[in-house]
């Protein structure tokens, strides 16, 4: 049974960073490990993924060069560092894991079939 259990979420300022962190267990070895997030009136959207065999990793546009996905294989964690944070990376973030048909896919959100609960990043400007 997969299990998946986020923290680290909170409230920071504009520019600021914050660190999540996803205990994640039961999944398959070929699974990936994704970040999703959703704002209130919004789709959930993929931001991050990770395959946690070959480490190979995929991220969306609005956070390249500002998030960075990993694993932390003694923690059996996937972490989620966020760094140069806007308002608008403000939205619950989410923890999945699955495995998509198609390795190009691994941000689209009807690959996964397992989430955590979900924690709240808040960005003031």
């Known amino acids: 049974q997969v299990r998946l259990v986020e923290s680290g979420g909170g409230s920071v300022q504009a520019g600021g960073s914050l660190r999540l962190s996803c205990a994640a267990s039961g999944y398959d070895e070929s699974s990936s490990l994704a970040w999703f997030r959703q704002a209130p009136g919004k789709e959930r959207e993929g931001v991050a993924s990770?395959?946690?065999?070959?480490?190979?990793?995929r991220y969306t546009d609005s956070v390249k060069g500002r998030f960075s996905i990993s694993q932390n294989s003694a923690e059996n964690t996937v972490d989620l560092q966020m760094t140069g944070l806007k308002p608008e990376d403000t939205a619950m973030y989410y923890c999945a894991a699955g495995r998509p048909l198609v390795r190009n896919w691994s941000l689209i959100r009807d690959q996964y079939h397992d989430w955590g609960q979900g924690t709240q990043v808040t960005v003031s400007s």
């Open positions: 990770l395959y946690p065999g070959d480490g190979a990793t």
